[in-house]
């Protein structure tokens, strides 16, 4: 199971595609879902800007428009593009990682609570849903602006989020029949 973060590497993967500011990129993670495969706070992409600064992966440049201040765009470097190129296969190769399974062992240490659990276990069923029916959107209004890759990953994510539902469902009818 990965240990750290590799939001580093989805920052320089963006200005891989095109030079940005740190509003952009926090803006087109939650508009492309990016945020469904990582957890990301506005601060996180500021420091993590300023760590792949730091290292040399990226540079900066100040633009000005207009009266406005002047906005700092962070454009991805040599240095950084060869890490980039280092760590996507890494990434690729690793175990998939499920970020929501805690709830499963937090069901198995608290089993005075069971009402509380179905209910609770119910609630994730229906945000689950809402964020299948969000991909699906999104993948729908997009889908014929994708690459072939990036369709195949949001009906990947599709099914694992389906079979997790499915799992809800489960769980749910076994927990009530054993009341």
Request: aromatic content about 8%.
């Amino acid at each position: 199971m990965p240990t750290k973060s590799n939001l580093d590497v989805l920052v320089l993967a963006m200005l891989d595609q095109e030079p940005m500011h740190g509003y952009e990129i926090t803006t087109k993670i939650k508009e492309q879902l990016y945020d469904v495969w990582v957890d990301v706070a506005t601060s996180s992409i500021y420091n993590t800007l300023k760590k792949i600064e730091n290292q040399g992966l990226a540079k900066t440049t100040e633009i000005r428009l207009g009266k406005q201040p002047p906005r700092t765009t962070f454009t991805i470097t040599k240095k950084g593009k060869k890490y980039l190129n280092q760590k996507i296969p890494q990434i690729l190769q690793q175990e998939p990682y499920f970020k929501s399974f805690m709830h499963a062992a937090l069901m198995t240490l608290n089993k005075s609570n069971q009402k509380n659990i179905i209910q609770n276990l119910q609630q994730q069923k229906i945000n689950t849903n809402a964020l299948v029916d969000k991909i699906a959107e999104y993948h729908s209004k997009k889908k014929n602006n994708m690459a072939k890759a990036e369709q195949l990953i949001y009906e990947h994510l599709k099914c694992l989020y389906k079979a997790h539902i499915t799992w809800l469902e489960n769980t749910i009818n076994d927990l009530e029949n054993r009341k």
